[in-house]
């Protein structure tokens, strides 16, 4: 039910801007919680940004003061502006929700590649 759909990835320049769109829909129930996370070749998966179910935003360190994490309730849609791109920002981008009820689902983006060259 829960589908989220990422757009916005491509190729950039250091020092660019991309800004990521996940556009989420399905039965989503109040108090989930949204992230951002990224992959790059060879290394796990980790956190970039994400809100807590009070819509608190957490960043990464790697990405303090670069990123921003907002959401538009009314179009369904999460988004993470990313400025002063750098090289090691190259990974794919997966959109993330956490359903909390009386057990936890997590649901995903496809994933969305960002290649960041010099």
């Known amino acids: 039910q829960v589908q989220l759909v990422e757009s916005g990835g491509g190729l950039v320049q250091a020092g660019g801007s991309l800004r990521l769109s996940c556009v989420y829909s399905?039965?989503?129930?109040?108090?989930?919680?949204m992230d951002w996370y990224r992959q790059a070749p060879g290394k796990q998966r980790e956190l970039v940004a994400g809100?807590?179910?009070?819509?608190?935003?957490d960043y990464a360190d790697s990405v303090k003061g670069r990123f921003t994490i907002s959401r538009d309730y009314a179009k369904n849609t999460l988004y993470l502006q990313m400025n002063s791109l750098k090289l090691e920002d190259t990974a794919v981008y997966y959109c993330?929700?956490?359903?909390?009820?009386?057990?936890?689902?997590?649901?995903w983006g496809q994933g969305t590649q960002v290649t960041v060259s010099s």
């Open positions: 809100f807590t179910g009070n819509d608190n935003a």
């Open positions: 399905g039965g989503i129930p109040n108090g989930h919680t």
């Open positions: 993330h929700m956490n359903i909390k009820s009386s057990y936890s689902r997590d649901y």
